[in-house]
T-cell receptor, first 106, second 117 residues
């Protein structure tokens, strides 16, 4: 079983600031990694897939990078609608999610 | 535009079973890979299982093996997830989601299942 560990657990930032979220896998997931955003009371929404590809409708301020076991989601300049919980997910071996990073307004 | 419409919330007693439905609108279930993900209150996302087009099999997460069954009725474009021997820890929102290009691009609205005596 591949374990995904996200850090930090909570990230407190102000609009306009840069956000950097991390996801580390217990073994290589190759390029089979995605990021989802979830807001309270809503289903998750795909943000980034295959490490660095933005999903439909996702603005260019979102970017993903990494390889093997270490991955990063970067939001270059936070907008109010970007706050929520972000999960990474792998599909290299079955499926699995990280425990989430809560991005909150400072 | 694919939409997934799930059945409504339920309250179940410990030891009972629950069957959640997920109806596909705007597409054909046969052409989709349906998966199920759950989320306990205040907790993260947990993959339960789903259909894999590569091997044509439905795969279940190890922690649910023996307790979960995922089925499909292609005549009504409806997918089902049945979980048995319910316990309080199964209280959660259950989502169906389809894999597009390998990732969950379309999600149902979620179904709240409460397990309580």
């Amino acid at each position: 079983e591949i374990v995904l560990t996200q850090s930090p657990a909570t990230l407190s930032l102000s609009p306009g600031e840069r956000a950097t979220l991390s996801c580390r896998a217990s073994q290589s997931v190759n390029h089979y990694l995605a990021w989802y955003q979830q807001k309270p009371g809503q289903a998750p929404r795909l943000v980034i897939y295959d490490v660095s590809n933005r999903a439909t409708g996702i603005p260019a301020r979102f970017s993903g990078s990494g390889s093997g076991t270490d991955f990063t989601l970067t939001i270059s300049s936070l907008e109010p609608e970007d706050f929520g919980v972000y999960y990474c997910q792998q599909r290299s071996n079955w499926r699995g999610f990280g425990q989430g990073t809560k991005l909150e307004i400072k | 535009q694919v939409q997934l419409v799930q059945s409504g919330a339920e309250v179940k007693k410990p030891g009972a079973s629950v069957k959640v439905s997920c109806k596909v609108a705007g597409y054909t279930l046969r052409d989709l890979a349906m998966h199920w993900v759950r989320q306990a209150p205040g907790k993260g996302l947990e993959w339960m299982g789903g259909f894999d087009h590569e091997d044509g099999e439905t795969n279940y997460a190890q922690m649910f093996q023996g307790r979960v069954t995922m089925t499909e009725d292609t005549s009504t474009d409806t997918a089902y997830m049945e979980l048995s021997s319910l316990r309080s820890e199964d209280t959660a929102v259950y989502y169906c989601a389809t894999e597009g290009g390998g990732w969950y691009r379309i999600w149902g609205q979620g179904t709240m299942i409460i397990v309580s005596s």
